[in-house]
């Protein structure tokens, strides 16, 4: 009978370090995927960091093209008016 109770002990005690040792891998495998999770993380922000400096650059271009559109068009408006002016005394005389 003692060496069934000392075998039961033993038994449990396995069984015990067993299910630490399945405890310890799966806390292990968990920290292993939180740590994968937050490098994902952190390169997604530094994609979207990227994205968004390549966003302000593009409007910056883009505010600059629409100025010099604008300059271009001023320009172009005044052209006109004193070519229309030029045909305008030009078919009085």
Same mark, same amino acid.
């Given at each position: 009978m003692r060496k069934l109770t000392i075998a039961g002990f033993a038994l449990a005690t396995a069984l015990t370090a067993g299910c630490a040792t399945t405890d310890q891998g799966a806390l292990d495998e968990a920290n292993a995927t939180a740590s994968s999770a937050e490098q994902t993380a952190e390169n997604a922000l530094n994609t979207a960091n990227s994205a968004s400096s390549a966003a302000r650059s593009?409007? @910056?271009t883009a505010?600059?093209?629409l100025a010099a559109a604008k300059a271009a068009q001023k320009a172009a408006n005044e052209a006109n008016e004193r070519?229309? @002016?030029m045909l305008e005394r030009a078919s009085q005389k």
């Open positions: 593009a409007q @910056r505010d600059e093209a070519a229309k @002016r």
